[in-house]
């Protein structure tokens, strides 16, 4: 089993969810973050002062897919969908997962990510 981790900007949130389940890919998690890479957020002026703002608003999609070919089906998704070209666009992360249970069934690993009966 494969971890899918995307850190995206805020206004690709729905591409990237369209395009996620185009491919047939469920059991997604997204959350708000906050986080900076290589642009370090921006300045602004805020009441006559320059304000430096670091950490920007960002999505995360946690995605746990059963083999390397769905992992490589959410990476093009993702990679497609979050594409702006300018810097921000963000990171994908792939993690091996060693163990995953169904709390209701009991049900483990790939049986425990895959649809329920």
Known sequence: MIKVEAIIREEALEDVKEALVAEDIRGITVS???????????????????????MLPKIKFEIVVSTPEWAERAIGAIRKAAYSGQP??????CYQIDRAIRIRTGEQDVDAIT???
């Open 32 to 54: 708000q973050v906050m986080g900076c890479g290589t642009q370090m957020g921006y300045t602004q002026l805020v009441r006559g002062s320059k304000v430096s703002t670091t």
């Open 115 to 117: 649809p329920a009966s």
């Open 88 to 93: 921000g666009d963000g990171k994908i992360f």
